[in-house]
């Protein structure tokens, strides 16, 4: 940690999309702007197809990788038939998250009321990394970020936040 508490963590930025490309990607965009605006560092980013096992490859190389500490995930987690970002990352985690995806369907429900229910929203541990499934909407990255991640992803936020327990993951 730094003289102000803040710990800057390495943060890798997964889309996943049929559709968009890198230049059009607004999704991405907006999750590594504000990451990096919050004073966080971009260690990679890439976008894959909507396929389970090229989603699994990429999220797979991040968590082996000691460098990263948070995996952000945009799109894929809707209900058609190619949405398949939970199914891809589920069987990597360590630990899930229950409550992130509960708070996002809470937060997400005041704006955008009952359409909430079609987001499969997903957070655990891997390896010790981070790792949280967004919508590929603009607006749900923004939601993610602003209300839940930026706040538990900075060591200032009391009474607890996700960066304290980063030594101790891996505690055995």
Request: aromatic share 6%; hydrophobic share 40%; charged share 25%.
């Amino acid at each position: 940690m730094n003289e102000t508490g803040f710990l800057p963590l390495a943060i890798a930025v997964l889309t996943v999309s049929d559709t968009r490309t890198e230049a059009d990607d607004a999704s991405g965009r907006t999750l590594v702007e504000r990451l990096t605006a919050a004073g966080h560092r971009l260690v990679d980013r890439t976008l894959v197809p909507d396929d389970i096992y090229r989603i699994r490859a990429v999220v797979s190389g991040w968590i082996a990788d000691p460098e990263v500490a948070v995996v952000l995930v945009t799109g894929g987690t809707g209900m058609t038939g190619r949405d398949s970002t939970p199914e891809a990352v589920r069987p990597l985690l360590d630990k899930e998250i229950p409550g992130f995806g509960e708070l996002f369907r809470m937060l997400s429900w005041e704006e955008i009321g009952p359409s909430t229910l079609q987001s499969r929203t997903l957070a655990g541990l891997a390896n010790a990394t981070f790792i949280f499934c967004l919508p590929g909407s603009t607006g749900a990255c923004r939601t993610g970020w602003d209300r839940i991640l930026q706040p538990q992803l900075d060591a200032r936020t009391r009474p607890c936040n996700f960066v304290e327990l980063l030594p101790r993951l891996r505690e055995r």
